[in-house]
Nanobody, 128 residues
Framework: AVQLVESGGGSVQAGGSLRLSCAAS????????QGWFRQAPGKEREEVAR???????NYADSVKGRFTISLDNAKSTIYLQMSDLKEDDTAMYYC??????????????????????WGQGTQVTVSS
């Protein structure tokens, strides 16, 4: 069975850092584009970052320069290093996987609806 299990969320003060992890299993990791999304109460789900198997990355403007997405293919794990956190970063964070086959670059935009698998989420709360 496919599983995406997030961890690493928590409460942090503004300016602080957190690293989220997403352990993936049950699907051919290298044929998927992996993404991190977030959703705050009363707001729409927002793509934060995505990464393809060639390690090409793409970020939302709101997190560029502060967040870094990375892959450990050997461990089938996706990471999101978050630095200089702001109160606006407070949200539930989800990892997701999108089947794209071989040769896909994360420079190509993907709709949230096209992602096949989702984790249960991990809460990030940033306070001033």
């Amino acid at each position: 069975a496919v599983q995406l299990v997030e961890s690493g969320g928590g409460s942090v003060q503004a300016g602080g850092s957190l690293r989220l992890s997403c352990a993936a299993s049950g699907y051919p990791f290298s044929r998927y584009c992996q993404g991190w999304f977030r959703q705050a109460p009363g707001k729409e789900r927002e793509e934060v970052a995505r990464i393809s198997s060639d390690s090409t990355t793409n970020y939302a403007d709101s997190v560029k320069g502060r967040f870094t997405i990375s892959l450990d293919n050997a461990k089938s794990t996706i990471y999101l290093q978050m630095s200089d956190l702001k109160e606006d970063d407070t949200a539930m964070y989800y990892c997701a996987a999108n089947w794209v086959g071989y040769g896909f670059s994360a420079n190509i935009a993907l709709s949230p609806e096209s992602y096949n698998y989702w984790g249960q989420g991990t809460q990030v709360t940033v306070s001033s």
